[in-house]
């Protein structure tokens, strides 16, 4: 794994979607890529947080199909995936493949475990997939102290509790393990794919919306009939695939792969403080500990080209 801390980045310019006007490829160049993550961290969870509020309306399996046939049809007509697979060599077809189906399926996962567990303890399982990923590329002492005191946060923010639905457990972990596959397969295709990294994320999402299209479809159906209800889960999914997506691409254009995996622990942060606003899970003291320890960890990782 060490070729892929080695490797070189891909420009900012080079992430930033080709349809994309001189201001926001400015602003890709001139924000660092922090920033993206940032944004991405917020909105990775503040979606799916008002997706639990519409759960009794439209069912988990048809909010899952309703977030990704919302991203695929933004992507659709501004990436042209149609285009990119024409485009793409054998290799990157089947990369893009992979990527989208690890889309689909890690998105009702995930639904089906916030169905039935609080979110922030969804977030630290999620978490926890990716600290194989980050230990690839650590490089250093410090960085693998950071490391320790992030792992140490998210341990105290999983209540043993909420342990009392295996159910609820099995999805949150199957979860965590395909969301590793998408921090691999994400970063694949924002260094090395076709056309450009956001390009290659709506093709992906097209694939997705093809393997979701027959498992939640009858359960979406209800939106339909009710505009305001269409109008709110379109929202969900534009916060939930679109902006975090597109976020998380020009961020793993340049980061290595390690330090993307290891900012990572600042989303069960994201996630409790989402959960107390928005879905009024309000963490208790070993919770506030473990969000002060990973927001320490990450605070004393260094990236690899730091040196």
Known sequence: MDDQRQAPYTSPAAATPAFAGPALAGLATRLPPHIWFAVSAVFHYLGPAFAVLLFAQVGVLGMAWLRIATAALVFAPLTRPWRTFASADLPTRLLLVAFGACLAVMNCSFYLALDRLPISLVAAIEFVGTIGVALAGLGSTRN?????????????????????????????????ALFVGYIVLGHRVARAGAGDGIAGLGAAMAVAF??????????????????PLLVAAIGVGICSSVIPYVCDQLAMARLPRASFALMLSLLPVTATLIGVVVLRQVPGPSDCLGIALVVAGVALHRPASAG
Do not use: C, E, Q, Y
């Open 210 to 227: 093809v393997v979701v299209l027959p498992v939640g479809f009858a359960d979406a159906l209800s939106a339909f009939l009710s505009p």
């Open 144 to 176: 693998l102290a950071a490391l320790a005191i992030a792992v140490t946060g998210t341990l105290l923010l999983i209540d043993v509790k909420w342990a009392s639905d295996p159910v609820g457990l099995v999805w949150a972990f199957l979860n965590g």
